[in-house]
């Protein structure tokens, strides 16, 4: 706790999730309540960016292709929702299942390669699925499709559903502390120092007698299925989904998120995830040409901000001062 | 007394034009300590790789107690008990020196298919990767980052990864390599602890080690080896002189 306490990273966390916690109360009393959908937002692209930490972060895979799962988990909960299917409890295991099996596909065949080739191939193979939802044409194709109903989760009648605003952003904020939380149990596991030994030196992983392959790819699934969970929260959130939310930009966000907040941190894809976001809607208030600054800003962020926002906030630690 | 042998038969590598291995033949005798030398280039790193799995022989056998594992990969053959060491210290720089071997014990105790109990509490990982640290000297050092040890400590962490996997077989790439004659030395006494307790394949430039250690020699010279013998057979050999000890210790003699 001692070492917690002196902490600067740890602290500054700790004091973030209790400013996210209080968003829902405080915001609408202030005048400003449009910031509950962007801590909401937030919390699901942090979702997400933690997912692809885990594989980049403390893997060393550099996937441009994990908006792929964004837009399964959210089709998945769309389509189902489109054919008047609501129960959550059908919804969200299947989406999770058939991210985890395309993750599967996917991984299989991209981690035979290694550097730039496992990033184009995981981009191209995210590409495919972004052209398999702009071609539904029964869903919307390039339009996207609206959805009506958000996950319900009731059992014989009572139970709550994800309609109810403030249980909504609870339930995210619960999902994202759970995702943490087993994130950082792999990490720290058996698994996890394989991964991360992978990360160090895989020849040496090898050469002690671990198969590095097929440690790789269970991470790559996991990997895929947290990410597909925070496309079915987005689907939900916007009650929405079009091609958009799988297109390569997405890709691109969601790893700059893990390398602005700092690579192989637990919680660094949130820093990234509310750095980005927030820096995105407060420029966007200012100007429509948000983006000029926007741009040299994360550039100047990745060249001499080494770390990360946390990397940055330890640095402020006098202990290595 | 260790019982593993290694058989190789005819191993042949090219590279383009390069012949790299030459239908190398020869055997690990159990619990023997089997020197390579041979000048640079003579292909003695690449001897290891395609024994070790990191590279795939053109043509050739490789024999591990009797069972052909020439298509096997790396990962299974050290498994299987045929570890190396790297020439080019090979650790994992940004762990512990206590994950480092810890990391190596994981792959004799099953799959690390474990996901959620941390791996760093383990008794049952903690406590030999210890043990392998006290056997090299670096039991002091387990906290400290890999990358922060002194040349010497890292040489000799390359050689506890390689101990913490429990081997049958080591085979060791240049333990000696760019160290000072005082880790020399150290090194020099440690290896002699270990013979008798595995099966070794010795790769050395460090003639004093080789000479001191080996209970035979095997000479290299562009990927074919030339001659095999006890140390003081070696030594007399002419072809060897010549091709490798140099024409001055022919001169002086």
Known sequence: MKDIARNPAAIATFVLF?????????????????YVNVFARIMIWSI????????????????????????????????LSYHGIDNGFIQWPLALAISAVVAFVFGAVSLRTRGVYFIMITLAFAQMVFFLGASLDQYGSNDGLIIYNRSTFDVGGVGPNLGDRVFFYYLLLALLLLVIFICWRIVNSRFGMVLRGTKSNETRVHAIGIPAYRYRLVAFVISGVIVGLAGILM???????????????????????????????????????????LLAEILSSFTEHWHLIFGPLLILVVLFGRGGVLGFVERLNPRHA | MPESRLEVEALTKAFGGLVAADAVSFE??????????????????????????????????????????????????????????????SIFRDFTVLDN???????RQGHSFGFWR?????????????????????????????????????????????????PKILLLDEPMAGMGPDDSERMIAFLGRLKRRYTIMLVEHDMDAVFALADRITVLVYGRPIATGAPAEIRANAKVRQAYLGDEETAAA
């Open chain 2, 28 to 89: 690990l005798e159990p619990g023997e300590l089997h020197a390579f030398i041979g000048p640079n280039g003579a292909g003695k790193t690449t001897l290891v790789n395609l024994l070790a799995g990191q590279l795939k022989a053109d043509t050739g056998s490789i024999k591990f107690d009797g069972v052909p594992i020439t298509n096997w990969s790396a990962a299974a053959r050290a498994r299987h008990g045929l570890v190396r060491s790297f020439q080019i210290t």
């Open chain 2, 118 to 166: 941390a791996a760093r509490n383990d008794p049952a990982l903690r406590d030999p990767a210890l043990r392998v640290l006290d056997q090299v000297g670096l039991a002091s050092r387990a906290d400290v980052p890999a990358g922060a040890l002194s040349h010497g400590e890292q040489r000799a962490l390359e050689i506890a990864i390689a101990l913490a996997t429990e």
């Open chain 1, 235 to 277: 689907a939900n959130l916007e009650k929405f989904i079009s091609p958009d939310m799988m297109n390569w930009p997405r890709s691109g966000e969601l790893i700059f998120m893990v390398v602005l907040g700092g690579m192989g941190t637990l919680f660094g894809p949130v820093w990234g995830a509310l750095a980005f976001l």
């Open chain 1, 48 to 79: 997400a960016a933690v997912g692809l930490n885990l594989i980049m972060g403390y893997g060393g895979m550099v996937s441009f292709g994990h908006a792929a799962y964004l837009g399964i988990g959210g089709y998945t909960f769309g389509i």
């Open chain 2, 101 to 107: 071997v810890a990391l190596a014990g994981q792959s």
């Open chain 1, 18 to 34: 209790v400013v996210i916690a209080l968003v829902p109360i405080v915001a609408p009393l202030i005048g400003y309540g449009f």
